[in-house]
Nanobody
Framework: VQLQASGGGLVQAGGSLRLSCAAS????????MGWFRQFPGKEREFVAA????????YYGDSVKGRFTISRDYAKNRLYLQMNSLKPEDTALYYC?????????????????WGQGTLVTVSS
């Protein structure tokens, strides 16, 4: 599976951005998909995940109520709608895929990773 993330950029606090992740290769529609972010000098942090089939969603505490993860099976794409952005959301955001289909919130639970897309929120 190859993953390609896009949609990052510079936005003012309180604004919105939508990240997109294009998946290609094997049967990624049966995979759990997720978003992580990484701050400078820190480990990757779980942001959100979405299961296959039922599209059940899970969120990290810091983004609950502000971010929404979704997937388009027809286009084989994953999205992260980010609203009410804060300066502390500034990070490199990664999309990831878990072929086992279970929900994982730690990086080792995901086998495939896209390149990061940078989100910068100015105050």
């Amino acid at each position: 599976v190859q993953l390609q993330a896009s949609g990052g950029g510079l936005v003012q606090a309180g604004g919105s951005l939508r990240l997109s992740c294009a998946a290609s290769g094997r049967a990624s529609s049966s995979y759990t998909m997720g978003w992580f972010r990484q701050f400078p000098g820190k480990e990757r942090e779980f942001v959100a995940a979405i299961s296959p089939i039922r599209s059940s969603t899970y969120y990290g505490d810091s983004v609950k109520g502000r971010f929404t993860i979704s997937r388009d099976y027809a286009k084989n794409r994953l999205y992260l709608q980010m609203n009410s952005l804060k300066p502390e959301d500034t990070a490199l955001y990664y999309c990831a895929a878990n072929p086992r289909g279970d929900i994982a919130t730690l990086p080792p639970g995901f086998d495939y990773w896209g390149q990061g897309t940078l989100v910068t929120v100015s105050s």
